[in-house]
């Protein structure tokens, strides 16, 4: 037992040193993307915040006067902010390209408040790109989700780091709160190291598995749908009947998920897509995302397709929903945001002084070493 706590510990620190400048990368925007809306609000007054009026103007309104007023421009997706005082987000594909971009749009008045931009155009998108890639997709002669493959490693490790720390330090209920002051430097780091890593665990451990599992998802995803269509759809005009009313989609989605309220619109990207509308199914649990449920209707016809309810799904399922919010930290408010940025941030306090306490143990041994070797050899002469 005490060989294999010592192997432990050394994969411990060996994945804590390989980590750590990524992980200064990821913890830095992970815990700025906590206030995305809240930066957004800051950096673009005028494009992410609008003055809310008495109603929103209809699905149908809004998608004729997107269309009218960006007639080079396929609409992709839609994502509804509800009555708050946040513009909408339009996700568009320019014709005869497969290139996405995405404008901000007032739903009380119709006007679009940006001209379309690439998605990783403003510093919050930028942000969100290099906390999942690293900058590292689609760079040109390698894999294009190298980036996600190297996320999805690095968020592997950290639920090590995290399950083995707890492994290593399994009698830290004892001593939870200790921190020697008065004592050299190595053991205030090492009380420090413990006190960080035990108290932010749990939240760091919820960070890993599911920001891991996002990524893997993804990565698995593009790699399927690449082997199926290795390139995607170029975009002449829209892949669905613009004759078809959006509204009564949204309003008939009701009947079949009773309380549904339409979140997302995804449009046709490629041929023989449905119109799937995304949403929130009312429940109780405050950690459902709200995306989780679907109502699909056919592209050309209008026909109700079926429905998925997240409520009616298997445990397993549900819990994977519930990935959303417990990543960015954004289910009880302020509260929960303010704990995430904060945790989020310890992964950098405990690589450095992880690395400080390999530095000293390594020195110490060297140390040692040398002194064996000094008093082995006097005893020759």
Known sequence: MLVTKKRLFELHGWAGIICFIPFIL????????????????????????????????????????????????????????????EADRVYLVKKETNIWFKSYLNPYTGDLLSEPELLHHYFTDWLVQLHYTLLLNDIKGIDENLGTAFTSIFAILLVFLGVSGLIIYRRFWRRVFTLRLGFRSVVVVSDLHKLVGTLGSPVLLVLGITGGYYNVSIY?????????????????????????????????????????????ILFPTEPNESIILFGQAPTVNPLLSDYGSTVNFHAQTGEYLGHYDIREQSFITILVDTFRKLHFGNFAGLFSKVVYATIGLSPILLGGTGIYLWYFRRRKRIHQRNSAKLTSLSRFQ
């Open 26 to 85: 990821i913890c830095l925007t992970g815990s700025l993307l906590v206030f995305k809306a809240e930066i957004d609000s800051v950096l673009l007054p005028n494009k992410s915040v609008v003055v809310p009026s008495s109603a929103r103007l209809s699905e149908d309104r809004l998608i004729h006067l997107v269309n009218e007023q960006l007639p080079g421009y396929a609409l992709g997706s839609w994502e509804l902010l509800g009555e708050n005082a």
């Open 220 to 264: 698995i995803h593009e790699w399927q749908e690449h082997q199926q269509t290795p390139e995607h759809h170029i975009m002449t005009s829209s892949l669905y009947n613009r004759e078809l009313s959006v509204t009564h989609m949204v309003k008939s989605a009701s009947t079949h998920i009773s309380g549904f309220k339409t979140t997302y």
